[in-house]
């Protein structure tokens, strides 16, 4: 028993594998920052995001590498992790999907399942721009984003029936209002390009001295 467990220990590394599973985690988390910054819906800056996801991937690579050759490291890494506690603020789900698919990366490719990996990251990226394909083409109009404020109180209901009017659909982002003001950020697809100068106009007319502020999404790249 206390060969076996020695023998485990010492189990050496390939440096030239090594190397090259690096490489292609650096590969598949570059692809995967491209196919992230061209679909994502996320409004943050998309690019400095995407960036994170090669050192997560490579990182990851390395870690798993070295972990597996040593029992003691492998203890020592649990020991690790549970006095470590991650902070990063992730503010959409999609986020974290593609920080799991990058962990993903690294797991497989330090673990040496490179074919299983390439094939398994390929179908996904594969699947995830058909989906975005498919609704860009069900959409016909981008999404904008939209802030409304006013300097009172109005009420939410009335103004999401009035933006309901003129779009195929809406998303509430955030609603603040004080004594004094009131703001609301959504996100927005217009039926018509029209639809635009018509909501300002009976924005205009319901709620005087309202400001309306639009951005199309991929301004925030």
Known sequence: MKEVFLDYQNIEIDLLVFAFNLLIAFLLSYILSLVYVRYSSSLSN?????????????????????????????????????????????????????????????????????????????????????????????????????????NKKFILEELLGILKKHSNYLFLRDFDITSESSQVGLIINFKDSKNILSLTEELNHTYPGVSIKFLNKQALL
Request: charged fraction near 15%; aromatic fraction near 10%; include cysteine.
């Open 46 to 150: 998309k690019k400095i995001f995407s960036n994170n996801f090669y050192l997560i991937a490579i990182t990851t690579t390395m870690i798993i590498t070295i972990v597996k050759s040593s029992l003691a490291l492998s203890l020592g890494l649990v020991g690790a992790l549970s006095i470590v506690r991650f902070r990063a603020a992730i503010k959409e789900p999609e986020e974290i999907a593609y920080l799991f698919l990058c962990i993903a990366i690294g797991l497989g490719l330090g673990a040496n399942y490179t074919l299983v990996t390439v094939t398994g990251f390929t179908i996904i990226l594969l699947l995830t721009i058909a989906v975005n394909l498919f609704s860009k083409k069900s959409d016909s109009h981008e999404e904008m984003f939209c802030t409304i404020s006013l």
